[in-house]
């Protein structure tokens, strides 16, 4: 791969047991904003606010769509096959030989296994790659949730980086962090 070049690490379109994750489009801006982007429980413990509108919601779409292509970065919505109704979203950030995932969900879709199912693919996925030589992921360390999604998706607890990230919808000042880490 050439720095001029870049190309997708994974598949644009990722088949789970029970999900189809497939590359955002514009259209997807309703169902993102309804199901989670505006919902503040959802969002609390994310690096973003809730949307105030479906136009903030259309904005990042058409930001995220726009950087396809020019960066080794991806993100998938989750689907459910037969479905094709955005209810959460994957992705990852490339810093040379590590990525780091990030995820959101749907409140109503919480407990039913998805994100673990889909943070194992999509990590398994990348370690299988070769690029790729460690996957991460942060944590505020109140989420249990979602330090139990990497647990069981065969993550370890690296440690605890302090006033590592601001929460926006904790506030203005950076929170401690865990830090979940899984390689080959």
């Given at each position: 791969m050439s720095e001029s070049?870049?190309?997708?690490?994974?598949?644009?379109?990722?088949t789970t047991a029970r999900l189809v994750l497939r590359p955002s489009r514009p259209e997807d801006a309703p169902?993102?904003?309804?199901?989670?982007?505006?919902d503040a429980e959802v969002t609390r413990y994310l690096l973003w606010r809730p949307h105030q509108s479906v136009?903030?919601?259309q904005a990042f779409?058409?930001?995220?769509?726009?950087?396809?292509?020019?960066?080794l970065d991806?993100?998938?919505v989750l689907t459910r096959p037969g479905e094709d109704i955005a209810f959460g979203m994957v992705g990852f950030e490339v810093f040379d030989q590590a990525t780091e995932l990030g995820y959101v969900l749907s409140r109503a879709e919480w407990g039913k296994g998805y994100m673990t199912e889909v943070v194992s693919a999509i990590?398994?996925?990348a370690l299988a790659n070769q690029v790729i030589q460690r996957v991460w992921a942060i944590c505020h360390p109140?989420?249990?949730a979602s330090a139990r999604v990497l647990e069981k998706a065969g993550f370890n607890l690296e440690g605890r980086l302090e006033k590592y990230e601001v929460f926006p919808s904790l506030g203005p000042d950076p929170h401690d962090v865990y830090r979940y880490v899984r390689t080959n």
């Amino acid at each position: 791969m050439s720095e001029s070049q870049p190309s997708s690490l994974l598949p644009e379109v990722i088949t789970t047991a029970r999900l189809v994750l497939r590359p955002s489009r514009p259209e997807d801006a309703p169902d993102i904003y309804e199901k989670y982007a505006r919902d503040a429980e959802v969002t609390r413990y994310l690096l973003w606010r809730p949307h105030q509108s479906v136009v903030e919601t259309q904005a990042f779409l058409v930001s995220q769509i726009a950087r396809r292509g020019s960066t080794l970065d991806q993100a998938w919505v989750l689907t459910r096959p037969g479905e094709d109704i955005a209810f959460g979203m994957v992705g990852f950030e490339v810093f040379d030989q590590a990525t780091e995932l990030g995820y959101v969900l749907s409140r109503a879709e919480w407990g039913k296994g998805y994100m673990t199912e889909v943070v194992s693919a999509i990590s398994g996925l990348a370690l299988a790659n070769q690029v790729i030589q460690r996957v991460w992921a942060i944590c505020h360390p109140e989420n249990v949730a979602s330090a139990r999604v990497l647990e069981k998706a065969g993550f370890n607890l690296e440690g605890r980086l302090e006033k590592y990230e601001v929460f926006p919808s904790l506030g203005p000042d950076p929170h401690d962090v865990y830090r979940y880490v899984r390689t080959n």
